[in-house]
Nanobody, 125 residues
Framework: QVQLVESGGGLVQAGGSLRVSCAAS????????MAWFRQAPGKEREFVSG???????LLADSVKGRFTISRDNAKNTVSLQMNSLKPDDTAVYYC???????????????????WGQGTRVTVSS
């Protein structure tokens, strides 16, 4: 019912910027929340940022002040602008979507029903 496709990953030097985007299809997009997670080698998938149906946002402490999430329901897109990138930001970044409404932005993978394949972000020193 819902498919998510990430894009925009790549190699960037520390201190640089990168924007990853998620293209979604399906009616669920505007009904639930969206989020970005990331997973580095040997680590668990962790919450990066989330955005609600109406545009309220939440960022993990590790990226607060550097990353910005945005959503365009009409265009079915969610983007994550990443500035001042650090080597420890290196990970595969995943877009996630929730099929049902919730008033709070969920920060665990269990809260999301749909996932993209991920886009790899590598930050060099």
């Amino acid at each position: 019912q819902v498919q998510l496709v990430e894009s925009g990953g790549g190699l960037v030097q520390a201190g640089g910027s990168l924007r990853v985007s998620c293209a979604a299809s399906g009616r669920t997009f505007s009904s639930g929340g969206m989020a970005w997670f990331r997973q580095a080698p040997g680590k668990e998938r962790e919450f990066v940022s989330g955005i609600s149906k109406f545009g309220s946002t939440l960022l993990a402490d590790s990226v607060k002040g550097r990353f910005t999430i945005s959503r365009d329901n009409a265009k079915n897109t969610v983007s994550l602008q990443m500035n001042s990138l650090k080597p420890d930001d290196t990970a595969v970044y995943y877009c996630a979507a929730r099929s049902t409404y919730t008033g709070v932005i969920l920060t665990t993978p269990h809260g999301y029903d749909y996932w993209g394949q991920g886009t790899r972000v590598t930050v060099s020193s």
